[in-house]
């Protein structure tokens, strides 16, 4: 959410911050800005919009080696041209400062920041006690004022500016900051991801190594509650205390954060045709034959501990979340362990009780979510057992968890998670396995389970097979304003997921409820214009689910049946059949999240909708 890049060196810094600006982009995409440091000047261009709405307005040549950018999603203040970053602000220096010291009269500072300030409404008095007035309705302004107050009454330099505004500033944030006659860029970070990237005479930053990976393998992540200086020649970083902090540099696997789009249409798409081989990765090495189990290396638990355990809490946020609660029920009706899922951010507000024999799993692509981060250390605080399953390798969830699972699905840069979420179901069958072959699966059953996985890709194959027919339903149906989504038992969340897609991409009014509640009240909607989509795996509650089927079809709602199962009732019940292959219980969620993904990319294409960056939402959601 919202990208950050910096630049300090010996290339044209326009160049490197518009490149990154690119790479980021999909990380929030409603303004974007550069501020570059030209002739001892800070210069600054911004723009409500996409990244092209900047790139129209800037000059054909901007000279200047340093500087910093910013694409915007919006928290405080509308997407508007003023509201955009960088925020350059001028502080007149206090009347009784010895001015014959000080030839310039005024400060001046450009920011970008990426978070939320809590505590604006307070800094904005201290600010307006001063006479300041920010332009803007940002709490970004806020803070680039707070920090140019200091620098102008106290006369320190900008890296201690910014460490005693810090001092005074209660939320989250990631920034950069730099000011005119300087080619330092000053950055910080608190919950929301800043990493410096190194060069040979030049230094970068940005909130996401993706934009990073161009110029340079080296880097090193900012914690939380570090500054650091980046000069051309390198970096000093230090602690809100001012205490030095040594930093150690890593190599970057760039393979696995570039992305290009390469002929496809669209990121979503390219994601949703990847899943073959980003499943087939996932699997890769972790099924055992010899024992008809799994193996997840990266747990560190060992057997006798994985049977201590006796209860799962699985918490993430959006399609982690759902994609956790199908992890819960897998794990549940495999291994026997009671498993719930629960929203990261609520979980974290409820003062939950930790208990020791209770395993905490937090699921999360990006990694760097903040809410559930923000769980996962509560957890930690508490003294609960914390694992984490993450797609994005060395991101900050990854290196605060005790142990956990990569998902190696590869960047996933379209905003409606697909790649993602089929990696984090088979991450949580493979759990589901091992734990279960540690109690009382026996042999057999985890033979078939560990053979219905590696059948897996080649089965999303065959569903995929089925794009054609899925776009020519989806395009009768993306006229409806409001639709449902219903399943039974472990068919509910992948209903959830199912209309959340939809609704995320193509803006119509989805909703999911288990089969079983359509009676106590949605029912009331159903007509001739609001479809159902009913998702139908083929197991024991086949009969139960085919009488909410009658219900609707008796009310002439619309039904669109999603099945694996071979059942002729469903044909001619429903208005239209979505297939799924027959698999493993197990594989439902997986192979009937394929269809689902396709029907909301057509409608959302049919709609004419803007699928990869869709409107008000984010990749990365790196603010509470
Ligand atoms: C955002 C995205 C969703 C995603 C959720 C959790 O809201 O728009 O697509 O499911 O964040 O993201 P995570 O990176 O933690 O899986």
């Known amino acids: 959410m919202c990208g950050i890049i910096a630049y300090t060196g010996k290339q044209t810094a326009s160049t490197v911050l518009l490149q990154g600006l690119k790479q980021l982009e999909y990380r929030g995409y409603d303004s974007a800005g550069i501020s570059v440091l030209s002739r001892g000047k800070l210069r600054t261009w911004k723009a409500a919009g996409k990244l092209e709405a900047l790139l129209h307005l800037l000059p054909t040549k901007i000279s200047g080696k340093s500087g910093i950018g910013h694409t915007r999603w919006a928290t405080h203040g509308a997407p508007s041209d003023l509201n955009a970053h960088p925020h350059s602000v001028t502080v007149s220096l206090p009347d009784d400062q010895n001015r014959s010291n000080n030839p310039e009269s005024t400060v001046t500072i450009s920011l970008v920041h ?23 309705e940002t709490d970004s302004e806020i803070l680039a004022l707070t920090i140019a107050s200091i620098k102008s009454q106290q006369s320190v330099s900008l890296l201690e500016a910014c460490r005693l505004a810090l001092l005074q500033v209660h939320g989250t944030y990631g920034i950069a900051a730099m000011e005119p006659d300087s080619s330092d860029i000053i950055l910080a970070r608190n919950g929301s991801p800043v990493i410096i990237g190194i060069g040979e005479g030049e230094m970068f930053a940005a909130s996401d190594a993706s934009a990073l990976s161009r110029h340079t393998r080296e880097v090193t992540h900012l914690e939380d509650g570090e500054l650091a200086c980046l000069t051309p020649d390198g970096y000093q970083v230090q602690s809100l205390n001012a205490q030095p902090s040594i930093k150690t540099a890593i190599t970057l696997d760039v393979q696995s954060i570039n992305h290009q789009l390469g002929d496809y249409a669209h990121f979503m798409h390219k994601e949703i045709l990847e899943q073959p081989a980003t499943i087939a990765r996932t699997l ?3 099924l055992d034959h010899r024992f008809n189990t799994s193996h997840l290396g990266g747990l560190n638990l060992d057997a006798r501990e994985l049977l201590d355990i006796k209860r799962i809490k699985l918490l993430g946020c959006g399609s982690a979340y759902y994609a956790a609660q199908s992890g819960a029920d897998m794990i549940e009706s495999l291994a026997r362990i009671p498993g719930d899922a629960e929203p990261a951010a609520e979980f974290r507000y409820r003062n939950p009780l930790i208990e020791r024999d209770t395993l905490y799993i937090v699921v999360s692509q990006s990694g760097e979510t903040y809410d559930t981060l923000a769980a996962a250390r509560e957890i930690k605080r508490k003294g609960g057992k914390l694992l984490g399953i993450v797609n994005s390798v060395g991101s900050t969830i990854a290196r605060e968890v005790d142990g956990g699972v990569y998902m190696h699905a590869g960047p996933e840069v379209s905003v409606a998670s697909t ?29 078939h389970i560990v053979q219905a996985l590696e059948d897996l890709p080649q089965l999303i194959e ?56 359509l009676k ?14 009913v998702v139908l795996p083929d197991n024991d509650l086949l009969e139960k689910s085919l009488s909410a089927l009658e219900e609707i079809k008796a009310r002439q709602g619309p039904l669109i049946a999603l099945t694996n199962s071979p059942d002729k009732r469903i044909p ?3 208005d239209h059949v979505l297939k799924a292959p027959q698999c493993h219980p197990i594989l439902h969620p997986m192979v009937m999240a394929i269809p689902l993904q396709l029907f909301a990319y057509h409608c959302a294409l049919a709609l004419g909708r803007d699928v990869d960056q869709p409107r008000n939402l984010a990749k990365s959601v790196t603010v509470e």
């Open 114 to 136: 990426n978070g939320i300030i809590e505590n604006s409404e307070q800094l904005l008095q201290q600010l307006q006690d001063q006479q300041l007035q920010p332009q803007s």
């Open 284 to 286: 890769s090495g972790r």
């Open 419 to 447: 790649k993602a979420y089929s990696s984090m179901l088979v991450v949580f069958a493979l759990l589901a396995l091992q734990l279960a072959r540690i109690r009382d699966l026996s042999p057999q059953q985890g033979a």
């Open 462 to 517: 065959e569903t995929l097979a089925q794009e054609e027919m899925i776009k020519t339903v989806a395009a009768s149906y993306a006229d409806v304003s409001s639709a449902f989504f219903v399943g039974r038992t472990s068919a509910y969340p992948i209903a959830l997921e199912g209309a959340q897609k939809l609704k995320e991409i193509s803006y119509i009014h989805a909703e999911a409820y288990p089969a079983s509640e």
């Open 520 to 533: 106590h009240g949605p029912l009331a909607l159903i007509s001739p214009t609001t479809p159902t989509l």
């Open 572 to 574: 001619k019940l429903a």
